[in-house]
């Protein structure tokens, strides 16, 4: 079985986005990164999927998380996402 995957659309500025790279590191939670400055149609594909241009946007198994760095969203996106994997329910994973 695979890891569950998150997606974090960044940007080099911005400081959340340093935040989110260090709550990933310091939950040992592995994550690809688009830097929207740097990818072609990446902030349009963030304006598609939020109706803004905000990052980070971060997408845990396919299911966007709310409000960007938000720790507990996305530790309970990384819960439901071992629980539809494993095919289990009650994962509750906290962060550090």
């Known amino acids: 079985m695979s890891a569950t995957p998150i997606v974090m659309y960044s ?3 911005c400081g959340y986005c340093r935040r ?3 709550f ?4 040992n ?3 690809q990164e688009i830097d929207a400055d740097k990818t ?8 598609q999927l939020t109706g803004s241009r905000g990052v980070p946007l ?6 966007q998380t709310p ?3 938000s720790p507990p969203d996305i530790m309970r996106a990384v819960s439901h996402s071992v ?3 494993l095919g289990v329910r009650g994962i509750e994973i906290t962060a550090n």
Do not use: T
């Open 11 to 13: 940007a080099s500025w």
């Open 20 to 22: 989110a790279r260090e």
């Open 24 to 27: 990933f590191a310091a939950n």
């Open 29 to 31: 939670l592995r994550y």
């Open 40 to 47: 072609p149609g990446a902030w349009e594909k963030i304006e």
């Open 58 to 63: 971060i997408i845990v198994d396919g299911e």
């Open 67 to 69: 409000g960007g760095l």
């Open 83 to 85: 629980e539809r994997r």
